[in-house]
């Protein structure tokens, strides 16, 4: 049985915590069958749902919205990114140059379930594999694969890059700017924000 979303309640509204690094396969079809219990529980009044916990495509958003609205007629709020993914001592949105910043290295690879988080820039010395999540308000520099989560400029940060040896991971993320991966970059790829989108050179 999937366990990627957690459902409390609020005074004020129920609140659905997605799993940060949840397929949204598995998130749509966890919903589908999570909604439909809930429902049970819904009085007239209709509370507004809010789902946080993992950030979402404009395309991955309409989705989870109509999963619900087919059963429940509510009002669907998603966090912001800047709310999101740790780092949630960085509010401001930050516009300085990144070729300067303080720098924390992780000696080691991060495996499944694993998370690093850093106001400044990271740099990991191995590789980030599939179910682990590196967060940095600065860079993120990965000396060898990158096949899971990485967000950079978590705090707003649009000049932030990430580079590694190689990426094979599904999705990557700048300040608030998503891009969903296709195919495996190899050869030192550097990803960065060019009119509003990630370009990975």
Do not use: W
């Not at 509510?74 to 709310?83: M, T």
């Not at 850093?118 to 740099?123: E, K, Q």
């Not at 999705?171 to 790829?189: G, M, T």
Request: glycine share 6%; hydrophobic share 40%; aromatic share 4%.
């Amino acid at each position: 049985m999937l366990n990627n979303i957690k459902i409390s309640q609020t005074t004020d509204e129920i609140v659905l915590n997605v799993n940060i690094i949840a397929d949204i396969e598995e998130v749509a079809e966890e919903l589908t069958e999570k909604i439909v219990k809930l429902k049970e529980f819904y009085q007239s009044a209709k509370t507004p749902i809010r789902i946080t916990g993992r950030l979402f495509t404009e395309g991955e958003m309409e989705r989870l919205k109509k999963i619900i609205n087919s059963e429940i007629e509510v009002e669907v709020n998603f966090d912001e990114p800047s709310d999101l993914l740790g780092l949630h001592a960085i509010k401001k949105t930050f516009k300085t140059e990144m070729d300067v910043s303080e720098t924390k290295y992780i000696q080691y690879s991060l495996r499944s379930g694993q998370s690093e988080e850093y106001s400044g820039s990271l740099v990991v010395i191995g590789d980030v594999n599939a179910g682990a999540e590196v967060i940095a308000g600065g860079n993120i520099f990965i000396l060898g694969a990158l096949r899971g989560l990485a967000h950079a400029g978590a705090g707003g940060n649009t000049n932030a890059i990430i580079a590694a040896n190689s990426i094979d991971a599904t999705q990557l993320r700048i300040a608030n700017v998503v891009k969903e991966i296709e195919a495996k970059s190899e050869k030192c790829p550097i990803c960065k924000i060019v009119n509003n989108e990630i370009v990975i050179n």
